[in-house]
Nanobody, 123 residues
Framework: QVQLVESGGGLVQAGGSLRLSCAAS????????MGWFRQAPGKEREFVAS????????SFADSVKGRFTISRDNAKNTVYLQMNVLKPEDTAVYYC????????????????WGQGTQVTISS
């Protein structure tokens, strides 16, 4: 069982930046592709970004391309989501997720989920 704990959410003005972190409990962290998802009020959860086990490949939703980056530090069992040029429509609860296969998590499937962290962007 992999436990994922997100942090770094908060309230920022439009145009600002935030960096989310997700710490994993499993020492086999490097065996999992990782992803970030978000869910806005009244909407379904949607894919944001993913990264392979080694970090050599990433994938992003069109809505965040060029503004968000995903990275990981396998020595620290942590994955990050750097969010720049934030917009009010980025407001959502952001979830970290893990799956053994990059293609699966990039398609929205995950074996493990975190509890989420709230990100609110004011206009």
């Amino acid at each position: 069982q992999v436990q994922l704990v997100e942090s770094g959410g908060g309230l920022v003005q439009a145009g600002g930046s935030l960096r989310l972190s997700c710490a994993a409990s499993d020492r086999a962290f490097s065996s999992y592709a990782m992803g970030w998802f978000r869910q806005a009020p009244g909407k379904e959860r949607e894919f944001v970004a993913s990264i392979t086990r080694s970090g050599d490949k990433t994938s992003f939703a069109d809505s965040v391309k060029g503004r968000f980056t995903i990275s990981r530090d396998n020595a620290k069992n942590t994955v990050y989501l750097q969010m720049n040029v934030l917009k009010p429509e980025d407001t959502a609860v952001y979830y970290c997720a893990a799956h053994v296969y990059f293609m699966y998590i990039s398609a929205g499937r995950a074996d493990y989920w975190g509890q989420g962290t709230q990100v609110t962007i004011s206009s």
